[in-house]
């Protein structure tokens, strides 16, 4: 069965400094994995997918992501954070046996940016 | 650039009433998805839809919930008769190729439910 943990519920940055928000999944077969972020009464925005190709995945507004299959792993990265980063982001796990193609949530991670 | 539309934006119904919420997906895409989250949980699945019927259904997913794609353009999801419980944020997406987890899936913005 697929599952995904983020280890860390609340992450709190300064403005321009590092992102790391952590992710660890669980996929029985061949993942595709992906970071979406939700800001306050928004819907869920793609940021970037990992599909076997490059495991180094550059997604939108600076963000990247590696994936690592020997940790099982697909943490989410940013170089400097922007105020305008603040926002949840969920890690998602879509499994190719999975004939639906559901996607699986981890429980999210709130990104807070002080100034 | 095309995007998925829900309507309507909030709902607010009375606990026993049925409720049906609206969405377009992007035109070109086949597979269809319901979410919803409640408040302060995670995003969880409730089915998705090819080829004009259910290819899967999870476990909330029960006798009170159906989807619809009545004509070619909305995919909707009714609730026959709204629990306290089903309060939440429901989030469809809409997926463009078959065959493959790697296709992206687009989300609506989403309808607020709750139920009095």
């Known amino acids: 069965a697929q599952s995904v943990t983020q280890l860390d519920s609340h992450v709190s940055v300064s403005e321009g400094t590092p992102v790391l928000l952590r992710c660890n999944y669980s996929s029985s077969y061949s993942p595709s994995l992906f970071w979406y972020v939700q800001h306050p009464n928004k819907g869920l925005q793609l940021l970037l997918k990992?599909?076997?190709?490059?495991?180094l995945v550059k997604g939108i507004n600076g963000f990247e992501a590696e994936f690592k299959k020997s940790e099982t792993s697909f943490h989410l990265t940013k170089p400097s954070a922007h105020m305008s980063d603040a926002a949840e982001y969920f890690c998602v796990v879509s499994d190719q046996v999975d004939s639906s193609y559901k996607l699986i949530f981890g429980s999210g991670t709130r990104l807070l940016v002080r100034p | 650039e095309p995007e998925v539309t829900q309507t309507p934006s909030h709902q607010v119904t009375q606990m026993g009433q049925e409720v049906i919420l609206r969405c377009v997906p992007i035109?070109?895409?086949?597979?269809f998805y319901w979410y919803r989250q409640i408040l302060g949980q995670k995003v969880e699945f409730l089915v998705s839809f090819y080829n004009n019927e259910i290819s899967e259904k999870s476990e909330i997913f029960d006798d009170q919930f159906s989807v619809e794609r009545p004509d070619g353009s909305n995919f909707t999801l009714k609730i026959r008769s709204t629990k306290l419980e089903d309060s939440a944020m429901y989030f469809c997406a809409s997926k463009r190729l078959t065959g493959t987890s790697k296709e992206t899936q687009y989300f609506g913005p989403g309808t607020r439910l709750l139920v009095l």
């Open positions: 990992y599909t076997s190709a490059a495991t």
């Open positions: 035109s070109n895409h086949l597979y």
